[in-house]
């Protein structure tokens, strides 16, 4: 089953990203990654800004086992947020195939593709070509035409194990 996962982190979130792929790449072989992207903190909370990607992959887990991997992975690398707003890691299963609905308590797709660019341009990086399983348009397509908000979102330079998942855009 091809599988979509967003990743964030505003607490030590390069150390953290970099450790969630290292989990995530012992579990799963050929991540598609997209760049990483700095981002203001939604909500009231606020807090730091964040670092997210979109890692996408074939996963041969079930639904609820592959919600428990990420779970895990996340209690792992202290997924919690303190006072400040700030969060190690979180792991959102944005999607599943081509699944759609309510299942194992998860919202499939995950209704931020459609509302955060944060979400959206990362996964079109790694799936523009893929169709939204719902509205049949390619993420690509998706982002081409995203009328929310895209300031304060910006690739940030960021290296994982020698190689380089995205640049900085120039000033």
């Known amino acids: 089953m091809w599988v979509a996962l967003g990743l964030g982190s505003n607490r030590e979130a390069r150390e953290n990203l970099a450790a969630c792929l290292d989990a995530l790449l012992l579990r799963f ?8 992207f700095r981002s203001r903190a939604a909500g009231e909370a606020g807090g730091a800004d964040y670092l997210n990607m979109v890692v996408a992959c074939e996963c041969e887990l079930t639904l609820p086992e592959l919600h428990a991997f990420t779970k895990d992975v996340e209690r792992k690398l202290g997924r919690g947020r303190d006072a400040e707003g700030a969060v190690s890691i979180d792991i959102d299963i944005l999607l599943y195939g081509e699944l759609t609905g309510r299942h194992a308590g998860i919202e499939l797709p995950r209704p931020q593709l459609l509302e955060a660019a944060w979400v959206l341009w990362p996964l079109a990086q790694v799936a523009g070509r893929r169709r939204h399983p719902l509205l049949k348009q390619t993420y690509k397509e998706l982002w081409e035409h995203f009328a929310g908000d895209r300031s304060g979102i910006t690739a940030v330079d960021f290296e994982w ?8 855009a120039p000033a």
């Open 29 to 36: 072989r050929d991540m598609a990654t997209s760049s990483v």
């Open 161 to 168: 194990h020698g190689r380089r998942l995205s640049h900085a």
